[in-house]
């Protein structure tokens, strides 16, 4: 088995470890020359470079498989998401991952793509920002979001799969600015500088991927995912 990553940062280093952990010959880059060079026929390919990327050109018609790591972002100022929800590209940057969404699903390859809720795990997010002594938006907004780790077995599992479509990723408890920051502060017992909430009111359900890929979420919310981050952090 052959995968591509292209893009092997946060999550992708994740999604290799994965399939390396399967045997597979994995390679990870983010350049066309190199991308030219690396594609096999019948790869399967994991795209998570953020546009403008022009690196779809570079791939021919050699990969068997692509799936995109997108963003729930393509989906504005909706404040109710879920697989049914229209997109709105309202917005340059929405424009700009909905025209590569147009590409991916436009190849010559069976795609699949991802719109991952907000990304944390070791290293990033908000406790890391509680951590730093960072000022940390504190509000009533709802904010979703995905461990790295799920994000991560999703990529996989539809990597592995035939399911097609644009579905949004998101762990099963939404929750406010005010609440995580509350609870990382209470967790590492440091105080928080507050800033003001300027961020999206999205809530998110990611359950439909979840049951076409066969999904249990390792973290099913925040609750779970911080204490494993911070530990992972220690080692």
């Known amino acids: ?3 591509l990553i292209l893009g092997c940062g946060y999550t992708g280093q994740r999604v290799a470890a994965r399939f390396q952990a399967r045997g597979a010959n994995v390679i990870g880059t983010h350049r066309d020359s190199d991308i030219r060079h690396a594609v096999t026929p019948g790869a399967l390919v994991l795209h998570s470079v953020p546009p403008p990327a022009n690196v779809l050109d570079a791939l021919g018609d050699a990969p068997s498989r692509v799936v995109y790591l997108s963003t729930t972002g393509v989906y504005g100022s909706a404040h109710l ?10 917005s340059e940057r929405a424009r700009l991952r909905l025209a590569e969404e147009d590409r991916v699903a436009a190849g010559p390859w069976s795609s699949l793509i991802l719109r991952p809720a907000a990304i944390y795990g070791p290293g ?6 509680v951590l730093r002594g960072e000022p940390c938006e504190i509000g009533d907004n709802f904010i979703s ?3 790295v780790d799920d994000l991560a ?8 799969s035939d399911v097609t479509g644009a579905y949004p990723v998101a762990d099963e408890e939404p ?3 005010r ?6 502060a209470a967790g590492l017992s440091l105080p928080v500088t507050q800033a003001k909430a300027r961020g999206t009111d999205r809530r998110v359900d990611g359950s439909a991927i979840r049951r076409l890929l066969g999904i249990t979420l390792q973290y099913p919310s925040y609750r779970e995912g911080i204490p494993a981050a911070l530990m992972c952090r220690r080692r």
Do not use: K, Q, W, Y
């Open 153 to 160: 077995a999703h990529a996989e599992a539809g990597l592995l």
């Open 1 to 3: 088995m052959n995968v």
């Open 145 to 147: 979001r995905i461990h």
């Open 124 to 129: 990033r997010g908000i406790h890391e920002r």
């Open 175 to 177: 929750c406010t600015s």
């Open 81 to 90: 998401v879920d697989e049914r929800t229209p997109v709105d590209a309202s």
């Open 179 to 184: 609440e995580i920051v509350e609870f990382c």
